[in-house]
């Protein structure tokens, strides 16, 4: 059965980090682009960053970049946010997702919420 697990999120003061994990089963996620979203209450789910499976390269939307990053361990089946510097405006619940490229040069894109798979979500809060 096709699954994805985010663990790693909690409460932490603003300038804190924390590191989100999202497990893999099921399916060959070495074969698959990973993007993390986020929703706060009241507001529409957005990207966060994403990385290609076929080239490993990685985007981020604009209020993360210098602060996040997206990482993968094909073997472990898993992908991780390493989130520094963290934000109050950065409350949100984290998913992970994952879609399958269309070919060779196909590569994720941050904000595409055209996804396969997604987790369940993981919450972080920032507040002092």
């Known amino acids: 059965q096709v699954q994805l697990v985010e663990s790693g999120g909690d409460l932490v003061q603003p300038g804190g980090s924390l590191r989100l994990s999202c497990a893999a089963s099921?399916?060959?996620?070495?074969?698959?682009?990973i993007g993390w979203f986020r929703q706060a209450p009241g507001k529409e789910r957005e990207g966060v960053s994403c990385?290609?499976?076929?080239?490993?390269?990685?985007y981020y939307a604009d209020s993360v970049k210098g602060r996040f990053t997206i990482s993968r361990d094909n073997a472990k089946h898993t992908a991780y946010l390493q989130m520094n510097n963290l934000k109050p405006e950065d409350t949100a619940l984290y998913y992970c997702?994952?879609?399958?490229?269309?070919?060779?040069?196909?590569?994720?894109?941050?904000?595409?919420?055209?996804?396969?798979?997604w987790g369940q979500g993981t919450q972080v809060t920032v507040s002092s």
């Open positions: 990385i290609s499976s076929n080239d490993m390269s990685t």
């Open positions: 997702a994952t879609r399958q490229p269309s070919h060779r040069y196909d590569r994720c894109r941050v904000m595409d919420l055209i996804q396969d798979y």
């Open positions: 099921g399916f060959t996620l070495d074969y698959y682009h």
